[in-house]
C-alpha cells in the first residue's frame, strides 16, 4: 500500500505503543488496557466508557482487517491505518516518509524484519509475476509476428528492449542480467 493518504499521520507515532502492543517476531499486534482519561470527551462519563472499550478489545487481536488488497489494517482513534505503517512506526519511533515493501511480497507479513522503506520505483523492482504471464518470466513474452521470444525492462517509466532470441532460455538470461544490473530485488518476479 503506498503512502497515498497520509491521514493516519494525524495519530502521532510516539503513543502508537501506548495504544498498541506489536510482536515484532510475528508481525501481530494486540490492543493494550487504556486508561480512562483516554476517553475523557466531556460528553460521557470516560470511566464507563473505558471500562466497556477495555472489556471489548483489550488483549485482543488489532489491526487484522483485509483491505481487500492482502494488507492488514484497522482504526487507532477513530483514523484507517494500514498496520505495516504501524508496525513501522512502533518499531522506529516515527511514520515512515515513502513506501514500505514486503520483501517476501506476502502482504500479510507485518514482520519487521520483512519490511522496508523504498521508493516508488524501488517498489516496482520488486513485484510478483503478472497473473496474466505465459512465460514464466517477467518482461519475457512470444512475439508471433518475428517468431522469437522478446526480453525486455522497464526502467521508471521507459521501457527498454533487451532483444529478441530463438531460445527462451536465453530471453530469461537477458532479463535477470537487466534485472540485476538495474538493481532489481532478488524476489522480483515471484509467483504470486
Known amino acids: 500500500m503506498g503512502n497515498s493518504s497520509k491521514k493516519y499521520q494525524a ?10 502492543s506489536y510482536d515484532p517476531e510475528t508481525g501481530l499486534f494486540t490492543w493494550k488496557r487504556r486508561s480512562p482519561e483516554m476517553f475523557q470527551d466531556g460528553k460521557q ?59 517476501n511480497g506476502d502482504r500479510g507479513d507485518n514482520r519487521i524484519s520483512n519490511l522496508r522503506v523504498v521508493t516508488s520505483t524501488e517498489n516496482n523492482r520488486n513485484k510478483a509475476i503478472n497473473k496474466n504471464n505465459t512465460s514464466g518470466v517477467t518482461g519475457v513474452t512470444w512475439s508471433k509476428s518475428r517468431r522469437k521470444w522478446i526480453a525486455q525492462i522497464h526502467i521508471g517509466k521507459i521501457g527498454k528492449a533487451l532483444g529478441g532470441f530463438d531460445r527462451v532460455e536465453d530471453a530469461i538470461a537477458a532479463r ?3 534485472e540485476t544490473r538495474y538493481g532489481f530485488h532478488e524476489n522480483h518476479g515471484r509467483k504470486p
Open 11 to 20: 495519530v502521532p507515532a510516539k503513543i502508537l505503543g501506548d495504544l498498541v
Open 45 to 103: 462519563d470516560a470511566s464507563v466508557i473505558c471500562k466497556r472499550w477495555n472489556s471489548r478489545f483489550a488483549g485482543k487481536p488489532a489491526l487484522t482487517a483485509n483491505d481487500g488488497k492482502g494488507y492488514r489494517a484497522g482504526h487507532i482513534l477513530g483514523v484507517g491505518i494500514p498496520a505495516h505503517r504501524v508496525a513501522w512506526a512502533i518499531s522506529n519511533g516515527s511514520w515512515p516518509m515513502g513506501h514500505i515493501d514486503h520483501i
Open 176 to 178: 535477470k542480467n537487466a
